[in-house]
């Protein structure tokens, strides 16, 4: 027999800064939720992380555990802060939700089986079995998003290979995927990894409001939040900056050294189709004014202060932003860029750059919503943790097999099958494993991905500089 948890709002409550920081937020290095005159904001929340030190700040100059983003919106027991927790760079962790399950036996708000388990509705009598029935947010925090194929797709699912027999319809797909961080969203240009909630000529601000309600009705199964709730919690992501501070060996990231740290990209300029290199214009032409025309590759100038550092390991991480903003190799086949007929970009681009597509200047993503196909959930990609589905397009015949979707799922085109968006950089250390899927640990093991698909042809050393740069992000 199967059954679902009841509720356990006890777990869900944020009754004090104590159990915040005590409890929630992970190794906590210093907090200043409420600056006063003698503490500054940019204190903000520091935590340790395996390579080194992260911190946020909020241009507010507090960090309001007030805010609805900390409020049970809905039924059971959950908040928004259930699925993102700044000792994890605003999202969540393999690491930190065994900490919770043992700590609640498996009671914690974020197990429930609406979404966090790998079927609906699994068998949650036992901590055995809510062990079982969690292991993929467990082993790699992915929640479970349900989907149905629209109704005017191009193609139909045609077989499921699931590991967890949960007998979903062909019309439907379980999607596995990672809760993207609700910090640095000043910097995205496309809301969910595939982008169901960017709606052409509306602001992200509005965009946000959208997807923030839909996650309190789905995720925390509520009724949708009041407007003003809405507006406090966007209010509140927007204001969040978050990046890595200090590093294993390198010490400080941040000004006058260099221009790590949450600091500065408070001062970044932004705005959509910012360096872009097929010079696509902004959502509301207008809305700001871009800082540069097409692409200038050199995407990252945080540490190029450091390629005459006395220490090794700035001298590491500085070579590393270089080779991140220079170093070139053949970008082919990348459905939604160069892999299709209906792709801007007519063929292969033979001497790309990493910024070819983490084009936003000193943040990383991408400046336009311009969904990818990388490969990642291709079926050569699957690991036998993740269901398998087969595809066929209704007119051709075709066939092809993916573990997600991905936009597909949005637009119902065949050509969209397998793309996502790419993720801020900034603070990419503190928020392991890495992809949609969480396919990668760590970030060499993203690396390495990297590697054999684009075949980079890296040397040890500059794979070692490559990732000693992306730490200090």
């Not at 995927?177 to 960017?198: K, Q, Y």
């Not at 082919?332 to 160069?338: C, D, E, M, R, Y």
């Not at 589905?389 to 397998?418: E, F, M, N």
Request: with cysteine; net charge neutral.
């Amino acid at each position: 027999m199967r059954t679902t948890s009841p509720p356990q709002r006890s777990h869900a409550r944020i009754a004090s800064l104590a159990f915040v920081a005590a409890a929630a937020f992970g190794t906590l290095t210093a907090v200043s939720l409420r600056p006063s005159a003698a503490t500054p904001p940019a204190l903000g929340l520091t935590f340790s992380n395996s390579s080194g030190v992260h911190r946020t700040i909020a241009t507010s100059g507090a960090l309001d555990t007030e805010n609805p983003f900390f409020q049970e919106l809905g039924t059971n027991g959950r908040t928004c802060f259930s699925c993102h927790r700044p000792g994890q760079g605003w999202t969540i962790t393999p690491e930190e939700l065994g900490e919770r399950f043992a700590a609640s036996d498996g009671l914690d708000p974020i197990f429930r089986t609406n979404d966090g388990s790998n079927c609906e509705g699994a068998d949650v009598s036992t901590a055995a079995r809510r062990r079982q029935a969690f292991s993929l947010l467990l082993a790699k925090g992915l929640i479970r998003i349900d989907m149905r194929v629209p109704g005017n797709a191009e193609f139909e699912v045609v077989d499921v290979d699931d590991p967890y027999r949960c007998g979903a319809l062909f019309s439907s797909i379980s999607a596995y995927r990672r809760p993207l961080p609700t910090a640095n969203l000043r910097f995205i240009s496309a809301v969910m990894w595939d982008g169901r909630h960017t709606t052409p000529h509306e602001s992200i601000h509005d965009d946000l409001l959208v997807q923030t309600s839909e996650a309190v009705t789905t995720h925390a199964a509520g009724a949708a939040p009041s407007a003003a709730q809405l507006r406090d919690i966007v209010a509140f992501e927007l204001g969040l900056f978050t990046a890595q501070v200090r590093g294993n060996g390198s010490g400080t990231l941040t000004e006058p050294i260099a221009r790590g740290g949450p600091e500065p990209l408070t001062r970044q300029v932004f705005c959509l189709g910012i360096n872009d290199p097929l010079q696509m214009q902004p959502a509301k032409p207008g809305a700001c004014l871009k800082a540069s025309t097409g692409l200038n590759p050199v995407v990252f100038t945080l540490f190029d202060r450091w390629l005459q550092a006395e220490s090794p390991e700035r001298r590491s991480i500085a070579r590393g932003e270089a080779i991140f903003n220079t170093r070139t190799f053949t970008i082919a086949n990348v459905p939604g860029l160069n892999g299709g007929p209906q792709d801007p970009v007519p063929g292969p681009i033979t001497a790309g750059t990493c910024t070819i597509c983490h084009d936003t200047p000193n943040a990383g993503n991408h400046s336009v919503a311009m969904a990818l196909n990388i490969g990642m959930a291709d079926a050569a990609q699957r690991t036998l943790d993740l269901p398998l589905y087969t595809l066929r397009h209704k007119v051709t015949g075709d066939l092809t097999q993916t573990t997600d979707p991905g936009r597909a799922l949005v637009t119902g085109k065949w050509a969209d099958i397998g793309k996502f968006k790419g993720p801020v950089l900034r603070g990419l250390a503190a928020r392991a494993p890495y992809f949609h899927n969480g396919a990668a640990a760590t970030l060499g093991e993203a690396l390495d991905f990297y590697e054999k698909r684009f075949q980079l042809g890296l040397s040890e050393q500059e794979r070692a500089d490559l990732i000693a740069f992306l730490r200090s992000l």
